[in-house]
Every structure is written in C-alpha cells, then in structure tokens.
C-alpha cells in the first residue's frame, strides 16, 4: 500500500498570519514539519496557495503543490494536491501544518490502521491524563472521542464524552476513561474524493467539527492511539513555548 502525506499550509491566519513561516531555532513551522514527516513517509507535500510560502519550500528543498485560495478546509486542499501531483498512492495523509514536533511513531500509528482491510479514514486519539484535572478535559477547545470495540469512532464531541452518571462531576476523571482527539486523519483516496463532494451536516455545524460530517454520512473512522505529546502554535505565545522547547533539546 502506497501513502502520500500532504501537509496543508496557509499563510492567512486570524490569530496568528505567516504562521508557517515562523521560526523556530533557525528552521521554519513548516520546514520542522516536512522535516518529520519525512521520516516516517517517503512522498511528503506541502499544499498551500501562497508564494511566499511555496519559496520557502522550495528553498529548503521540499515539495510544494499549488492549491486554490477558495478551500474551506485543509481536507479539501489535500484532495486538490493529490489530484495535481497526479498521485497514485492508496492512502492519502492530511499531516497538521502547525505541530512542527510530531513524532514520526503518530503517523506510522495512522498507517497501522489499514492493515485492517475495510479502513475509510482513520485519525488518532490520546488518552486523557487524570492527574490533569477536569477543567482541562472539559475545555471544549479538545474534542473527546468514543469509540466502538473495534476501535472505530462512534462520535466526537466538543463536550465530555462519555456522560458519568451518579457522580459529581468533579469525579469523572477518575470514574471513567476518556480520549481526547489528535488532528491527524488519513483517507483512501477515493473516500477522500467522495467525502470533499458533501454538504456540511447538522453535526458538524452543531459542534463545528468537519469529521462528524463523515461520520453521520456512513463513513467509518479507525482509530489509533497515540501516547506522544504534541504542541501545536496557535499563537504567539504557542510559538515562544515551542522555541523554549527547541532550546531545551537542541533539535
């Protein structure tokens, strides 16, 4: 089975414009992740629709592919980049442009899920440490996931997930596992093409979460789980935490 990992990168942000040309420790956001992706994976694109980002691929040596500026999401651009690399790969891999430290073992977790002949789509989960508290898993910036028993999601969820009667809410970390979602996805590519042709759904708009469109259409996500910390910039202040972090392993 062939996969391809396509790294989604726009140079327009809210919070946080030219994000993937920050730097960091003398290498950009988006190089340090090409950099780790390319360790697990030997095809790696960059899909932006920015000159400035596309000659800052260029001149560390990576691959880039243009993409239109009118994408909704980074699954739409990555359906576009396959299709103008003229890729033949099975399994398409959507590698989040802003966590320039992913371990190479999460998308080999992502691969592992089609060994299992049937797989669509699959993501990663991370299970929730209790010693973080409740507030940190009731923050509704992490999305919690339950799975079915063969690890396929059943639903994703801004709120906790699962629900634990008969105790204070203060005690459900103790009371229950929970898995918090990891923003990686991997699609074969023909799934990718169907799932970029549907309209938004109810769930999706309800929770603003573009895999429950996926989800209520009849599409199985498989999941994996991953056990290795990811910091993901945001902000600025995301960006100066993930410098310190450079500095402190010398990487």
């Known amino acids: 089975m062939k996969f391809i990992g396509i790294i989604p990168a726009r140079y327009a942000s809210t919070r946080f414009p030219g994000k993937p040309l920050a730097d960091i420790c003398g290498k950009s956001m988006i190089e340090r992740v090409y950099i780790q992706a390319s360790k697990e994976l030997d095809i790696v694109a960059i899909a932006t629709d920015d000159d400035r980002i596309a000659d800052a691929v260029k001149a560390f040596g990576g691959n880039v592919v243009m993409t239109s500026s009118e994408h909704r999401s980074g699954t739409d651009r990555c359906f576009e980049a396959y ?115 549907l309209p938004q759904s109810s769930l999706e708009i309800a929770e603003s979460l573009e895999q429950l469109r996926w989800v209520q259409n009849g599409y199985k996500i498989k999941v994996g789980i991953t056990d290795c910390p990811t910091i993901g910039i945001d902000t600025p202040a995301d960006l100066e935490e993930a410098r310190r972090l450079c500095e402190t392993l010398n990487i």
């Open 83 to 197: 299709q103008n690399l003229r890729s033949n790969a099975d399994v398409v891999i959507n590698i989040q442009g802003d966590e320039p430290f992913i371990d190479p073992s999460q998308i080999a977790a992502v691969k592992q899920c089609f060994d299992v002949p049937d797989t669509q789509i699959a993501t990663l989960v991370r299970r929730f440490d209790p010693s973080r508290g409740f507030e940190a898993l009731f923050d509704n910036n992490t999305p919690k996931v339950v799975m079915d028993n063969d690890m396929n999601a059943i639903y994703f969820s801004r709120s906790i997930i699962p629900y634990v009667r008969n105790y204070d809410w203060k005690e459900w970390v103790d009371k229950a596992e929970f898995f918090t979602h990891v923003g990686m996805y991997a699609y074969r590519a023909e799934v990718l093409g169907e799932i970029t042709k």
